[in-house]
Structure formats: structure tokens, C-alpha cells
């Protein structure tokens, strides 16, 4: 079975920084994008950041030049989050699938394999 499990999340000051990291396990499928996504209290979710298995990035406008997605390898991901900001505050979720490459970023329903989610809150 896939399991995956985020860490890393919670509070931090306005301006301050966080890193997100994700252990995916029981993947055993080709062609792979792992991503981030986020989910603030009466919102939809949406794409935070993703990466498909060249290594091609995508990213939110509004975090673009703020936070990164990497890899250590193809089970270990990481989102390092700069300069952050109150709107920041979500319930962080890192995803894996297949198939999607980075246009996952914008369809977070078509992701088949979840973590339970990370709680960042920024204050200001």
C-alpha cells in the first residue's frame, strides 16, 4: 500500500520561514509527480507546488520566488517555505500520482495518494 506522510508544519512569526517534508512509500509506478497543496478553513484546496519525474517545477503565483520544492529522491519530498505571510495559513497536504506532470498543480482531485495533512499557521 502507499503511504504518505507529511511533517514539519507548525506555528511561525510573519516573515519567518518553515520546511515541509513528505516520505512517500509503496510507489511503485512510473512517470511520478509528488506536489504540494493547501487547504485554509473554508476554502478549496489548491496547488501549492509540484514536481513530475524530470524534475520540471510548477508553483502558485502566489508563492513563486517565496517557497521550493524538492527532492532528496523519489521517496522524500521537501517545501521550503520563505518570507512567510498570514494568507499562508492552511493545512498543508503533500500528494503523489502518476501520469499528471506538473499540470497537477491545478486538478489536486486527480492526485490518488494523500498524507493526513500538516498544519502551518503564520501570525503577524
Known amino acids: 500500500a502507499v503511504e504518505v506522510v507529511e511533517s514539519g508544519g507548525g506555528p511561525v512569526q510573519e516573515g519567518g520561514s518553515v520546511t515541509l517534508s513528505c516520505r512517500i512509500s509503496?510507489?511503485?509506478?512510473?512517470?511520478?509527480?509528488l506536489g504540494w497543496f493547501r487547504q485554509a478553513p473554508g476554502k478549496e484546496r489548491e496547488g501549492v507546488a509540484v514536481?513530475?519525474?524530470?524534475?520540471?517545477t510548477s508553483y502558485a503565483d502566489s508563492v513563486k520566488g517565496r517557497f521550493t520544492i524538492s527532492q532528496a529522491d523519489a521517496n522524500n519530498l521537501f517545501l521550503q517555505m520563505n518570507d512567510l505571510k498570514p494568507e499562508d495559513t492552511a493545512t498543508y497536504y503533500c500528494a503523489a500520482d502518476s501520469g499528471l506532470g506538473i499540470a497537477g498543480l491545478d486538478i489536486p482531485t486527480s492526485f490518488a495518494y494523500w498524507g493526513q495533512g500538516t498544519q502551518v499557521t503564520v501570525s503577524s
Open positions: 514536481v513530475d519525474d524530470n524534475g520540471r
Open positions: 509503496g510507489l511503485t509506478r512510473v512517470d511520478v509527480t
